[in-house]
T-cell receptor, first 113, second 116 residues
Framework: NAGVTQTPKFRVLKTGQSMTLLCAQDMNHEYMYWYRQDPGMGLRLIHYSVGEGTTAKGEVPDGYNVSRLKKQNFLLGLESAAPSQTSVYFC????????????FGPGTRLTVT | AQKITQTQPGMFVQEKEAVTLDCTYDTSDPSYGLFWYKQPSSGEMIFLIYQGSYDQQNATEGRYSLNFQKARKSANLVISASQLGDSAMYFCAMREGRQAGTALIFGKGTTLSVSS
């Protein structure tokens, strides 16, 4: 059981470049989330998905797009990267459980120059 | 207004001592859940403990306990018998409502340093 995995672990982009972050979970979780973590800001929700084929905006969605074509995968896209998107990105997933505990991936450190 | 407030940017404690990390929350929803996560320097987020708004008793998980004071809207984490490995950033988070898909709202975190 790998849990939640994220690809890549590190990435450096130039302003204007695009990229896709991949999140995969093998726990058959319905719900998946993308957060970003900036120094002194805690984690903030970018987008989330409550099931295959459905996505919704979170607190800071601008500049990002997402897709959930398969239940186990949740992709986060940056179409035209900006230095303000330099951050650590965390994917999480959760099961329909009374605690609704979210399981986090190891994070992706993205730098946009 | 902030939904989750952690007022202690940093806390220092000696090994084997107990430490309390503060968390206050703000919600008008009667149904909510409160979580604590640990983030060591390696960066991963580790779930520690959960408290539901309707739970009658304070949650406990090993050396971790959650001091839940509903009227004060506080959910402090108590770590008993601190260990060097407890040095990390600690985040308090809240889920509002009953829907399982609701995302978490995080506080800004408290850095805990444990010394020998």
């Amino acid at each position: 059981n790998a849990g939640v995995t994220q690809t890549p672990k590190f990435r450096v982009l130039k302003t204007g470049q695009s990229m896709t972050l991949l999140c995969a979970q093998d726990m058959n979780h319905e719900y998946m989330y993308w957060y970003r973590q900036d120094p002194g800001m805690g984690l903030r929700l970018i987008h989330y998905s409550v099931g295959e084929g459905t996505t919704a905006k979170g607190e800071v969605p601008d500049g990002y797009n997402v897709s959930r074509l398969k239940k186990q995968n949740f992709l986060l896209g940056l179409e035209s990267a900006a230095p303000s998107q330099t951050s650590v990105y965390f994917c999480a997933s959760s099961y329909l459980d009374k605690n609704y505990e979210q399981y986090f991936g190891p994070g992706t450190r993205l730098t946009v120059t | 207004a902030q939904k989750i407030t952690q007022t202690q940017p940093g806390m220092f404690v000696q090994e084997k001592e107990a430490v309390t990390l503060d968390c206050t929350y703000d919600t008008s929803d009667p149904s909510y859940g409160l979580f604590w996560y640990k983030q060591p320097s390696s960066g991963e987020m580790i779930f520690l403990i959960y408290q539901g708004s309707y739970d009658q008793q304070n949650a406990t998980e090993g050396r971790y306990s959650l001091n839940f004071q509903k009227a004060r809207k506080s959910a402090n984490l108590v770590i008993s018998a601190s260990q060097l490995g407890d040095s990390a950033m600690y985040f308090c988070a809240m889920r509002e409502g009953r829907q399982a898909g609701t995302a978490l709202i995080f506080g800004k975190g408290t850095t805990l340093s444990v010394s020998s």
